[in-house]
Structures are given as structure tokens and as C-alpha cells.
């Protein structure tokens, strides 16, 4: 539904009240105690106020003459008119049922020469069946970059693209359709979209390096919706005018090794990794699937100093966001960042497809992930800059 005009939203005035009062919109799911973000969408105690009273008064229209001008909407992108788009070379069929493995489609840029992502967003061309898409850019030629994390010992899974191993020890996962299998590689994450998100606006001076001649590689996960559907998606990205100040990177954190008991109210596990150089922290995004209920994210500092730095008590699959720090986060090498999942796998979890089954990692939305994805840049390191000597290792 609309809420842009009085009589949009004046038959709505009961329930705009209960959603607003109880917090569920608008839609935003950061504990207010811990960290301030620059995309917070929650509204203020006195704003919550005036839609209360407002409601609970008769919902009145009010003086006309103090109605403020209307707020002006982009129509297509929301990131503004890409500097460039690319499609998928041609349509996807998806089939009414069974489910899709996650398929990945390769799109070249034709890029001359290197260029920073100041902004990225995909258009899903069907939004009935595409789920989720995270592109990734391989670079023509392998490059070592420097990194600035170093993995936690429980996370010895081979890290997939999705942070999990393909198939964990016991798990006999019956196999989807597959037309497009992963590519032996697929380059560094640039951005994505998922339920809730779907375009990234980075700061001015900070930028993502795209390689010339790269190609973007789309890992599409789809879902069968009933009825036979055909997908086209794009995405659109704007660049820096010039090389950023700080170079973007995104780093992932998981836990393959989830093991959720049937019936399980409240399973938890945890990933941690440790700064390897000083970085600027930027931007966290949790994603767990249906029977994820809580993530907290704690920074230990080397002088001790424990500090929550974001914590989603209610967490809420369909509302997959990308907590941008209105402050990024200094951490000087050595700072261990530990994140923390709570899962629900009883019947009391609405979401949950199914409280009698054990829950082990897996792309399908049945299945389960502690996966974590960062933004973040390394301090003092120039921006574009190769590895020519010692290694740091761990990804991008
Ligand atoms: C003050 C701001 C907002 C108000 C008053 C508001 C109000 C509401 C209400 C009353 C409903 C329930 C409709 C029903 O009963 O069927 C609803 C649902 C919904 N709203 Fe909002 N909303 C706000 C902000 C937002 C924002 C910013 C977004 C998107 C970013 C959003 C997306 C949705 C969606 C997707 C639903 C349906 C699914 C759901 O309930 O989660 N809303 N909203």
C-alpha cells in the first residue's frame, strides 16, 4: 500500500499505529543501545508519538495549508543513472517447482581500464523468483591483495562462496536443478541484493576497485514460486570520478560447522577473526536463514576494552540488512571481532520449515548459515594496491 497522500494512508491509521508502536516499522533491527548507523530507519520517541496520537485522536487530515511538498521518488534506479548496466547475456527459465541450485552467470565488462564502484544495485528482473544475487568480479588476471584479517580456528571449513563447505559430513542433500555450476573462480565480492537490500551507496572517497576486463560473475539463488517464470536480471554500477581515498574491501566471516538439534530453542555458535593490520570497519551485514534469531558482534580491543559493536535481537530473514556505521570503526591491528548467531529450531519459531529436522550449513533456505559480510578498509594502504612480497592471506 501507498502512505504517500492522506487518503492513501488515513484507512491504515490503526494498523500504522500498531506497527510503529510495537516497533516492527518502520523496518529496522538494531539494538539503539549499542552503535549509531547512517541508514537507521527507525523513527524517533517523539515521531512515534505524533503517529500514535494521530491515530488514536480520529486520525484528523488536518490544515492542508501545512501539508509539506510531496517526497520526490526515483523511478528505476535508486542509485541514480548507472554509468554502466549489465544484464544477464540471456533470460532463466525457472521451473514451477522442485528448487535451483545456486547458479552462476558470467557477465564480461569490456572494461579498458580499472575503475571504483561508487555505487552498485541489482534490478532483479523477476522479483517472484529471484531470491538473493551476489555478484563477485574476477579480475582477468589473479592478483594478490592485501588483507587484514586472520581467520579463527574454528572456521577451518574450506571456505565456499558462501563461507560453509559444500556439503558437510552426514548431510545427504538431494541435488536441484543446475545449468550453470560455480566457476573454479569467481573474484571478490562487489555487492549484492537480497530480501530488504538492493543498492549500495559508498561513502565519497571510498570506492570499490573493479579490474578492466574483469567479468562479473552473478550467483543467482532462485526460487521455484509454482508457476514457470523467466528471469532477466541487471545490475548498475556508478563509478568514483577518481581513485577513492580509501579502498572498499568486503571480508567474510562463518562458521560452517552448524549442527542445529531438532526442536532447539536457542542453538548458538560463534566465528571470530583478528585484525592483521589497522582497518576502518564500515559496514556489517548478518545473514542467517529462517531459524536465525539473534546476532551480536563484539570488538576486543589489544589494550582488553570489550565494546558490542552492533546487536540484532530480532533478527528477521526477510529484512537482510547492511548496517552502515554512521561513524566507521577505527581498530588498530590486533582487534578480534567475535559474532555470535542464536538459532530457533523449535515449533515456536513461525518461520521455522520444519522444528523435527537437524540443521546443517547450506545454500537452500531450509538449510542453515552463520555468514557474515563486511565492509571495511585497511588503513594506509594505497588504494589499488597488489601484494608483491609477504603474505597476509585470507580473502580481499
Ligand atoms: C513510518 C514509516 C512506516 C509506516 C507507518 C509503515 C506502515 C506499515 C504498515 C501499517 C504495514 C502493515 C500492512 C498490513 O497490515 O498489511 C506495513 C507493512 C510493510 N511495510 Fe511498512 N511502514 C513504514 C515504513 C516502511 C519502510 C521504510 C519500508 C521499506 C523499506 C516498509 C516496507 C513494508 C513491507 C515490505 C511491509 C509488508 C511486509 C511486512 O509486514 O514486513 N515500510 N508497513
Redesign the pocket.
Known sequence: ?A?LTYKDARP?AR??RD??GDGA???WHADPKHGRFAND?S?SPADKETLTKWANGGAPEGDPQDLPPAPAFTDGWTIGAPDLVLSMPEPYTVPADGFVEYEYIEIPTNLKEDRWVQAFEVRPGNRAVVHHVIATARAPQPERRPSAFRMGAEMSVPPGQTGGPAETEGQQRPKGLSRYPRPRAIGASIGGFAPGTAAHVYAPGTALLLRAGSAIVLQMHYTTSGSQQIDQSRIGLKFAPAPPIEELRIVALANGKLRIPPGDPDYSLSAEMTTTAAVTLRQILPHTHLRGKSWEYAAVYPDGRREVILSVPKYDF?WQTSYVFAEPLKMPKGTKIIAVAHYDNSAANKANPDPRKEVLWGDQTWEEMMFTSFVYSIDGVTPGAVITAAPGGGSR
Open positions: 500500500m502512505l491504515w494498523s500504522i506497527e510503529v516499522m518502520p523496518p530507519r523513527l526477510n
